[in-house]
């Protein structure tokens, strides 16, 4: 069956553009925000009729041009169309008071990854707050999580709120933009004009698992190259976290993991002799690689490669925050006294004193769970299993598609 997101469907279905007629429109937008024929959001509305009177863009700009985390992005004035293109990265995180007096109502059309630490829901979360504050309108123009729906990781923790952190949801949320949204709301007691312009035919456990069969994967950023990553990213962003590389400078990046003085073969080892049932669903395999920029430029690296993919694929029994506690663990239990966590001095998002790995996590649990040599796998499942639980309780009304 074919999938129509959300711009698909606007664009198609004059009665529910009818609401934007006299309006003043803008679209948060990026690389990945195209049409089934690949023409951008801000193109094909423009065509449409829409009165696109300013764009904003998320981290990594709304052209998807800048590389790493904390690399921030101006404003500018785009040069087809002459409208003004406002930074949610740069000078602010937050929509200006000057750039929400530009429009009426914002359309938010952002492929998301599905999970928590990808700043694209903050954003989203920051856009509603401010809609609020000045009486604009919201729709999100809704697109698949490609993770699916599988729920995981432990809740953030009160205090640790961040931009990689909006709220006390689960590392792997399992939510579209558009379902996350109306949490949003709920939990933050919003009073704000908000529409989910629905996708048509997505079924979260269809054909693809999340990513339909019949739509090009575009990087929604520099380094979301595809599917895979998507579906290993709830783990492997933890590596940002960690004096490992996560294969940034490479052409599979968050898909794998490792370093020039770690034994893959042995680490693999090492995590199915600690918890094989947390490898299902996914294929391990030890690699080489040596990244052209980032961690451990130049120098060879033994690495993990993860595959969520291929026949060893099973998104009900993969759990990627789970795979990449182990290869931690794996780490320490093989050498103790090995460097795993990048120290206070790294300022990940901009926080001061305090561990990067913590700030992804949203608290403390897992990295004290690796470090303790005395806890086990079910340690960590006592953290996660009744948060995961309970995440999946409160979203349960939510779920759009079933």
């Not at 664009?11 to 679209?27: F, S």
Request: glycine residues 10%.
């Amino acid at each position: 069956m074919t999938v129509s997101f959300g711009i698909d469907r606007l664009l198609a279905d004059p009665a529910l553009r009818a609401p934007l007629e006299g309006k003043r429109v803008a679209l948060l937008a990026h690389p990945a925000s195209v049409t089934a024929d690949l023409t951008h959001s801000l193109d094909a509305l423009v065509a449409a009729g829409i009165d696109i009177t300013a764009v904003f863009g998320p981290q990594h700009g709304v052209r998807g041009d800048l590389q790493d985390n904390m690399m921030e992005s101006p404003d500018f004035t785009d040069p087809t169309y002459g409208m003004p293109v406002f930074s949610l990265y740069g000078e602010v995180r937050r929509p200006s008071g000057q750039s929400m007096h530009t429009f009426d109502v914002m359309l938010v059309d952002l492929q998301d990854l599905g999970c928590r630490i990808y700043t694209y829901v903050t954003t989203l979360l920051y856009i509603l707050e401010a809609a609020a504050a000045h009486g604009k309108a919201v729709w999100v123009l809704d697109r698949p999580n490609p993770a699916g729906h599988p729920v995981e990781g432990t809740l953030l923790r009160e205090g640790w709120e961040s931009f990689v952190g909006a709220g006390p949801m689960a590392m792997r949320h399992g939510l579209t933009m558009g379902e996350m949204g109306h949490w949003f709301i709920r939990h933050f007691a919003l009073d704000v004009d908000y529409r989910v312009i629905a996708m048509d035919g997505w079924e979260p456990g269809g054909p693809g698992f999340g990513w339909p069969t019949d739509r090009v994967w575009i990087n929604p950023s520099p380094n979301a190259a595809n599917v895979n990553m998507a579906r290993a990213y709830a783990g492997t962003v933890m590596v940002e976290g960690a004096t490992l590389s996560e294969g940034r400078g490479t052409t599979r990046p968050l898909e794998l993991f490792g370093a020039p003085d770690i034994d893959a073969k042995a680490v693999i080892a090492e995590m199915h002799r600690l918890a094989p049932e947390w490898l299902a669903g996914c294929k391990l395999r030890d690699i080489w690689f040596q990244p052209t920029f980032h961690k451990h430029v130049g120098r060879l690296n033994n690495g993990i490669h993860i595959h969520a993919e291929g026949p060893w694929y099973d998104p009900a029994a993969f759990r990627p925050w789970r795979v990449q506690a182990l290869g931690f663990k794996a780490i320490r239990s093989l050498w103790p006294d090995y460097p795993i966590w990048r120290g206070t001095d790294f300022k990940y998002e901009y926080t001061d004193d305090v561990l990067a790995i913590d700030v992804i996590n949203g608290g403390p649990d897992l990295r004290l769970w690796v470090d303790d040599t005395g806890a086990a796998p079910g340690d960590l499942d006592a953290l996660a299993l009744p948060d995961e639980a309970a995440w999946r309780e409160e979203i349960a009304d939510l779920l759009i598609y079933r």
